[in-house]
């Protein structure tokens, strides 16, 4: 099972950004999709996750109103829209699956490899 992110970049704060996550090497119906970040120096802590069929979503309280997590089971791919980014949501982004949803990153199987996101002041 491979997870490949991209999309991460610098965009000034009240911008937006997109990260996409390619999932290949298994089937992915059953599993759930969910975003992750880490500060430098802090803990990761969980974003946004998704089930595959998008029945539900969750979004920590930080993020909620300002980022939509989404799929496209024809591409096999998770969404992050981030929308009125902040200095604060500067962080390596990364996105993860597992069987069960949770909060806790312990919980999830696989990982991608991460991008940066940079929001300036």
């Known amino acids: 099972v491979q997870l490949q992110a991209s999309g991460g970049g610098l965009v000034q704060a009240g911008g937006s950004l997109r990260l996409s996550c390619a999932a290949s090497?298994?089937?992915?119906?059953?599993?759930?999709l969910a975003w992750f970040r880490q500060a430098p120096g802090k803990e990761r802590e969980f974003v946004a996750a998704i089930y595959w069929d998008a029945a539900n979503t969750r979004y920590a309280d930080s993020v909620k109103g300002r980022c939509t997590v989404s799929t496209d089971n024809a591409k096999n791919s998770v969404y992050l829209q981030m929308n009125s980014l902040k200095p604060e949501d500067t962080a390596v982004y990364y996105c993860?699956?597992?069987?069960?949803?949770?909060?806790?990153?312990?919980?999830?199987?696989?990982w991608g490899q991460g991008t940066q996101v940079t929001v300036s002041s």
């Open positions: 993860a699956a597992g069987r069960y949803y949770s909060g806790a990153s312990s919980q999830y199987d696989y």
């Open positions: 090497g298994d089937t992915f119906s059953t599993y759930v």
